[in-house]
């Protein structure tokens, strides 16, 4: 029998194979999630960019900003929407504002992917009059 070849993986073969899976495993996985939360947050980043642009033809014609969504029915905001908006995994609603500023939030929707407690890589996001954006590092 010393003739014939052997016709499988030996185990060292196989478990140098599996350390190899878990390495590329340990770095593909977390950059995968990341790309795919910063691909939600956009959701968010365009919704937040689309009420400024609401505001800011409400302000063209009357001459102030509102935090009253129902005012911004005919430029855009969805009229089922009342107070809050739904963007993806994001809630858009006002947290400040009087008739001569705004400010805007997307917060992430409870039980979503972008809902973090320690705000992670996806947290909140919000927009001012100015076209001011924070936190600035999740705006890139």
């Not at 947050?41 to 969504?69: F, W």
């Not at 129902?70 to 009342?82: E, H, I, K, T, Y």
């Not at 705004?102 to 705000?119: C, E, I, K, N, V």
Request: charged share 25%.
């Amino acid at each position: 029998m010393r003739g014939k070849k052997s016709k499988g993986f030996t185990i060292t073969e196989l478990i140098i194979t599996m350390a190899i899976i878990g390495i590329l495993s340990a770095i593909v996985i977390p950059m995968y999630t990341n790309h795919i939360r910063r691909a939600r947050r956009s959701d968010a980043k365009v919704a937040l960019e689309n009420v400024r642009a609401m505001e800011e033809q409400l302000r063209a014609e009357t001459g102030s900003y509102t935090i009253d969504p129902a005012q911004l029915v005919s430029f855009g905001w969805p009229n089922n929407a009342g107070n809050i908006y739904d963007a993806g995994d994001y809630r858009i609603t006002f947290v400040a504002g009087t008739a001569s500023t705004f400010l805007a939030q997307a917060t992430p929707r409870a039980g979503t992917r972008q809902d973090r407690s320690d705000g992670g890589a996806a947290g909140w996001l919000r927009i001012d009059e100015n076209g001011t954006k924070t936190p600035a590092d999740k705006w890139k």
